[in-house]
C-alpha cells in the first residue's frame, strides 16, 4: 500500500510571519492523518518554517536547487545547503522552472541525483502543454519526461523519487483534469517506470496529481487507484483548506 503524499507548493507566496502562522494554524488540523504532510515554502522562510514544523508531522521542503555542492552560482541554493538546515524534500522541475528559467530535463536530471547526493527526497514534476494534450501527444511527452528525468538513477533512488504529474494547463486555472485523466496518466507514468525498472519499482513509486486541486476535489482524485496524493499551489496558501485536503480520507 503506497503511503498518500500531500505537498503544499506555496511558489512565491508568504512572508516569515505569514508561514509561521500557517504552521501554527495547520499543526493541530493536520497531528492525526496517516497522509505524509509537505511544505514547500520560499527559501526566506525555510528557516522559520523548519524551526515551527519541529514536532509536528509537517515535513519542510524547498522548491528548487542547484545541482553542485557550491561554488560562482550566483543567486543559487545548493542541495547541501538545503540539507544542512534540516530541510527534508526539494520540489525539482516544476513546469513554472521549466517554462520561465530554462529548466530542462538534462538540468532536472543533473538536479536529481544531486538531491539524492546530498539526502534531500525530490518529488519531480512531468506534465503537457494545452497544446500537446490538444495534438493528442499527452502520453508521448509525460513518458519522454520520465525517461530522461530518471535517466541512470539507480532503482534504490527510482523508488524514493516522488512524482508530480502536472498537466500544465491546469494549473493555476481552475480547470482540474478528471479524476480519470488523471489517473490514466498516472497509470502511463507507472507503466513507463515499469518498463524501464521493472513492476517491483513502479508499484511503490509515489505519484502525485497537481493542477487546481482544492478540498472539494481531493478525495475523488486522490481516491483512484493510481494517484497517491497531490502537489497543491493554490490551495495550499490558506490552512483550514489545505487541511481539509489533507484530511481528505
Ligand atoms: P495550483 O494548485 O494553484 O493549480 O498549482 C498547482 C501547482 O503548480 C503545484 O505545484
Redesign the pocket.
Known sequence: MRKKVI?G?W?MNMLPDAAIRFIDELTPLVKDTQNEVVL?VPYTDLFYALLSAQNTNIKIGAQNMHWEESGAYTGEVSGQMLKTIGVEYV?IG???RRQYFAETDETVNKKLKAAFKYGLKPIV?VGETLEQREEGKAKEIVTMQIEKDLEGLTEEQVSNTII?Y?PIW?????KTATSEDANEMTKTIREKISNIYGQNIANGVIIQY?????SSNAKELFSMSDIDGG??????LKSDEFAKIVNYN
Do not use: F, M, R
Open positions: 505537498a507548493n511558489k514547500c520540489i516544476h513546469s513554472e514534476c508530480a502536472e491546469a494549473i493555476g486555472t481552475g497537481g493542477g487546481s486541486v482544492k502537489l497543491v499551489g493554490g490551495a495550499s
